[in-house]
T-cell receptor, first 107, second 111 residues
Framework: GIQVEQSPPDLILQEGANSTLRCNFSDSVNNLQWFHQNPWGQLINLFYIPSGTKQNGRLSATTVATERYSLLYISSSQTTDSGVYFCAVYYGQNFVFGPGTRLSVLP | AAGVIQSPRHLIKEKRETATLKCYPIPRHDTVYWYQQGPGQDPQFLISFYEKMQSDKGSIPDRFSAQQFSDYHSELNMSSLELGDSALYFC??????????FGNGTRLTVT
């Protein structure tokens, strides 16, 4: 099956800092999504980005499908950005998640 | 916009009991997925349905079963519960391989 890796596993930032999260996958995929899991456990859909670049406010994402990676950029981080960020790829007939990046933004 | 609805939000059961989780997908979505997320883990795929037929199966224990009904809602049935079944259970729906939308999850605690 496919392997999905994320880095870094943990990240601590001061409020206002920028960060880049990475997702690598071992095979071609038809779909890639980034999710934010907040402290209450909700999985929030951030981006549906099988290829190219998208931006939504302070967040943006880029997927280079030919090189099998995706990046999530967080600018001017806020304490409400804390939580776990997952990438998930559609492979076979289901979505496979990476292990996540746990982000803590300190005031 | 309508979202994926899961019930109950919280469930406490004792070992060896049975639990049933329900999921109402977004209208017109043709695929429903069930995921299990243990503490500190990423969501693990259990089972999926496409147009009410089982389409894929992951690491779902034999004690668990699921089905999708004619109104497209889905139920996950778990029997002979074990302590290790304590987890967040998510249902998600999509239209084909389009964006996956998750419900808020059911937190199951087995004591």
């Amino acid at each position: 099956g496919i392997q999905v890796e994320q880095s870094p596993p943990d990240l601590i930032l001061q409020e206002g800092a920028n960060s880049t999260l990475r997702c690598n996958f071992s095979d071609s995929v038809n779909n890639l999504q980034w999710f934010h899991q907040n402290p209450w456990g909700q999985l929030i859909n951030l981006f549906y980005i099988p290829s190219g670049t998208k931006q939504n406010g302070r967040l943006s994402a880029t997927t280079v499908a030919t090189e099998r990676y995706s990046l999530l950029y967080i600018s001017s981080s806020q304490t409400t950005d804390s939580g776990v960020y997952f990438c998930a790829v559609y492979y076979g007939q289901n979505f496979v998640f990476g292990p996540g990046t746990r982000l803590s933004v300190l005031p | 916009a309508a979202g994926v609805i899961q019930s109950p939000r919280h469930l406490i059961k004792e070992k060896r009991e049975t639990a049933t989780l329900k999921c109402y997908p977004i209208p017109r979505h043709d695929t429903v997925y069930w995921y299990q997320q243990g503490p500190g883990q990423d969501p693990q795929f259990l089972i999926s349905f496409y147009e009410k037929m089982q389409s894929d199966k992951g690491s779902i224990p034999d004690r668990f079963s699921a089905q999708q009904f004619s109104d497209y809602h889905s139920e996950l049935n778990m029997s002979s519960l074990e302590l290790g079944d304590s987890a967040l259970y998510f249902c998600a729906s999509s239209l084909g391989a389009s964006p996956l939308h998750f419900g808020n999850g059911t937190r199951l605690t087995v004591t």
